[in-house]
């Protein structure tokens, strides 16, 4: 077993665990999101669980900060090791004869996802740290929607966030369906997994974009 | 057809290549690549330069040794085909042709366009056989009943000529879909399961030694392949070496 992590089908078993888990993250981030549009309540109820329940705050936090750290990481360890498979490159390359060109730049799609999460934490993540922890503020279950759509009040913000949701696409079409062939899904589902894999790619950034673009115009006057 | 070539031409394997032009007027449309390979180098013997260096066997898509890397793809534009079936009239009068050696860090230039394989040879030499008396006494093995499935995707399997061509489209210079077709052809089989687990182990364990890259799953190798051998069998690798390691 020892050899297995250490070995390159192991190394993407262990990209594609990590990428599916972020997968099933990603899905649960988006449907308490959705609720902001139709249920301000429900949606402050949701993220006042998600904000305050222990199990949630320091199991599955620092277990997704893991996952997230992990899968990016090996990204760059598997991206630097395949360019040093190659040391002298074609004069000329037709990729696009024979490969999607989402699944030859998952780098690219990677980094622009990075440096979107940087924005996120500083966005999100680090007043909500300052808010619990730091200045300990008392809590208000119903402070969540109302900083939600103030974040959505600036068209630079939500223009970054629906570009990086482009790239976060880019990046699901190909990974999806690429993590269930690293895991050794027969191939006799793979149109279908393809299928899905389109689908969720496309589906839940456009979902995340819609809801960003939704609380920009709602309250453009506000 | 008039041709204008941009050949990678490299002394040995310490020296820096770098591509070089060359004019070429006359050729057949009818011409294999490989022939028209051939009818350069007689022009370039004639002016006493030193012609272009290039593997080659069988000429008829069975031995895997032509290995061009041509406008941007393994074996050229055509599919599920080597460079010495590639013919010329895929090519039109007047058009650039690129030709380069299949680049990998597992694959050294030896001269010019001919490259280094025996990464092949190694991992085959790792656990690609099974251990069979033939001394005489051997089976016949239409004697051991065989789903036609499971023979038929061996079968596929064992086509693959070793070519490299999946290495050479690979992004990431993977031999995966290589080392897929040699572990499955066996372990599909009765004769090749006794030694499977130890098959698969060794031989991505070699595979990984001689410095090929990781698998994205592209599938720019299959496109590529001359054979067809699909991605499905490396999905089935994963599988095996998987369950290899938790039997170990
Ligand atoms: C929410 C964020 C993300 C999700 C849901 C996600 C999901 C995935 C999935 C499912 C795969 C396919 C794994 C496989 O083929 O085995 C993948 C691959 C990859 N991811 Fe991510 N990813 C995310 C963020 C990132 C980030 C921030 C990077 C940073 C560089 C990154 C870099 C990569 C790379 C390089 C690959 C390709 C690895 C390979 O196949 O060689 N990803 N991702
Ligand atoms: S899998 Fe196909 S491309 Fe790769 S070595 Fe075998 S025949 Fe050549
Ligand atoms: S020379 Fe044998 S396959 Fe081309």
Redesign the pocket.
């Known amino acids: 077993m020892k050899k297995l992590f250490n070995s390159s089908i192991g190394r993407?078993i262990a990209?594609?665990l990590s990428?599916?888990f972020?997968?099933v993250?990603?899905t649960q981030h988006f449907l308490i999101n959705i609720t902001s549009v139709f249920s301000e309540s429900i949606f402050n109820m949701l993220s006042h669980f998600m904000g305050n329940n222990p199990l949630v705050q320091f199991i599955l936090q620092p277990i997704l900060i893991v996952g997230?750290i992990f899968?990016?990481v090996m990204?760059?360890v598997?991206?630097w090791q395949?360019r040093k498979a190659r040391p002298v490159k074609y004069a000329v390359y037709k990729g696009s004869r024979n490969s999607m060109f989402v699944s030859r730049n998952?780098?690219i799609?990677?980094?622009v996802?990075?440096s979107f999460?940087a924005l996120h934490f500083y966005d999100f993540w680090v007043p909500e740290m300052d808010y619990k922890y730091i200045q300990v503020l008392p809590e208000d279950p119903d402070r969540y929607y109302e900083e939600l759509i103030h974040k959505f009040e600036n068209p630079v913000r939500v223009g970054l966030y629906c570009l990086s949701f482009i790239f976060?696409s880019l990046?699901?079409i190909?990974?999806?369906s690429?993590?269930t062939?690293?895991l050794g899904t027969n191939n006799k589902y793979s149109s279908i997994i393809n299928k899905i894999s389109y689908a969720f790619g496309i589906g839940i950034p456009a979902g995340f974009c819609f809801i960003a673009l939704f609380h920009f115009f709602m309250h453009f006057n506000t | 057809m008039k041709l204008y070539l941009k050949i990678w031409r490299q002394k040995n394997n310490k020296s820096k290549g770098s591509m070089i032009d060359y004019e070429i007027d006359n050729i057949s449309p009818d011409m294999s690549f490989l022939e028209m390979m051939d009818v350069l180098n007689e022009k370039i013997i004639e002016e006493n330069g030193d012609p272009v260096a290039f593997d080659h066997d069988c000429r008829e898509g069975i031995c895997g040794s032509c290995s061009m890397f041509i406008n941007g793809e393994p074996h050229g534009p055509d599919k599920l085909i080597t460079t010495c079936q590639l013919h010329m009239r895929k090519f039109k009068d007047g058009d650039t042709i690129y030709i380069e050696p299949f680049r990998a860090k597992a694959f050294p230039i030896i001269k010019d366009l001919v490259v280094d394989r025996s990464a092949f040879d190694r991992i085959q030499q790792s656990g690609g056989f099974i251990s069979i008396n033939t001394s005489g006494n051997t089976l016949d093995a239409n004697t051991i009943p065989i789903e036609k499935e499971n023979a038929d995707k061996a079968f596929d399997a064992a086509t693959c000529i070793g070519c490299g061509a999946c290495v050479a489209s690979c992004k990431?210079s993977s031999a995966m879909l290589f080392v897929s077709a040699k572990v499955s052809q066996f372990s599909l089989l009765p004769q090749g399961k006794v030694e499977a687990t130890d098959r698969v182990l060794n031989m991505v364990n070699q595979m990984d030694e001689e410095g090929f890259g990781?698998?994205?799953?592209t599938g720019a190798c299959h496109v590529e392949c001359p054979k067809g051998i699909s991605l499905d069998y490396i999905a089935k690798l994963n599988r095996e070496y998987v369950k290899a390691n938790i039997k170990k």
């Open positions: 993407k990209m594609a990428g599916v972020l997968i993250f990603l997230v899968h990016f990204g760059f598997l991206d395949n998952m780098i799609s990677g980094i996802i990075l999460l976060l990046h699901l190909h990974g999806l690429s993590s062939q690293s | 990431n990781n698998c994205t799953n």
